[in-house]
């Protein structure tokens, strides 16, 4: 064998080491008190100390989150440690993530909908996944916005919210000329446990929040 081709393979190998490090999963930039303490991921320790309750044995949610703590700490410094060598190469070769994928299952999600307020009635603009409500939706589906949604759904990135609320403003009032302007909103759409779901037929609606409303300018 050719010495380019061991050192191809030497090169290769250590390439795939270093994207296997870099894919050791752990809750990066998740390990504060700040993430701990929202409300999913508090529900997740409830979930997770039912069953050793319900053998009898002494867990509790508080239970769960110091394991949670203790080992969360301990894959995300050894990940780390692993991980630092490394930075140059993958400075280099491009091939960092910036993002986390999957920390936490957030269990109550949201949907972000636009209504026209035309003075005596609202009228539903857009929301994910309605036939009816198409305004803008090619934009708002964009792989770029709906990566907003994500963070909207966990109540965070709110100037980039009031942002996209102002933006879409004046593209409502320019195809609603007789509107008074817009109401936008982020639905709660909880997810129910399957008994509740079979029982009902039908998801829950949750409640709204950060509702905004953008005035159009000149309107009565």
């Known amino acids: 064998m050719p010495a380019w081709d061991h050192l191809r393979a030497l090169l290769v190998t250590a390439h795939l080491l270093a994207i296997g490090a870099l894919a050791i ?6 390990m504060n008190e700040r993430a701990f303490q929202d409300p999913n991921v508090q529900a997740s320790f409830a979930a997770w100390a039912r069953p050793f309750a319900a053998l009898g044995l002494p867990v509790t949610p508080a239970t769960v989150e110091s394991i949670a703590w203790v080992g969360g700490r301990l894959l995300v410094d050894g990940r780390a440690a692993l991980v630092a060598p ?7 070769a491009g091939v960092g993530q910036h993002w986390s994928m999957f920390g936490q299952v957030n269990a109550r999600p949201a949907r972000f ?3 026209l307020d035309e003075g005596d ?7 994910p996944h309605d036939p009816e409500a198409r305004w803008m939706a090619p934009v708002l589906e964009h792989e770029r916005i709906r990566t907003l949604f994500g963070h909207f759904d966990w109540r965070t990135h709110r100037r980039a919210y009031a942002g996209l609320a102002a933006w879409l403003g004046p593209r409502a009032a ?4 007789t509107a008074e302007g817009l109401v936008v909103q982020m639905v709660e759409a ?3 446990a399957p008994a509740a779901l079979r029982a009902s037929g039908a998801l ?5 929040y950060w509702v905004t409303r953008v005035p159009f300018r000149g309107a009565r």
């Open 121 to 127: 009635a609202l009228t539903l603009l857009y929301a």
């Open 113 to 115: 909908e636009v209504w």
């Open 190 to 192: 909880p997810i129910p």
């Open 174 to 177: 320019a195809a609603f000329p």
């Open 86 to 92: 490394l930075r140059p190469y993958v400075t280099f």
């Open 25 to 30: 999963p752990a809750p990066v930039g998740g």
């Open 204 to 208: 829950p609606e949750g409640k709204a």
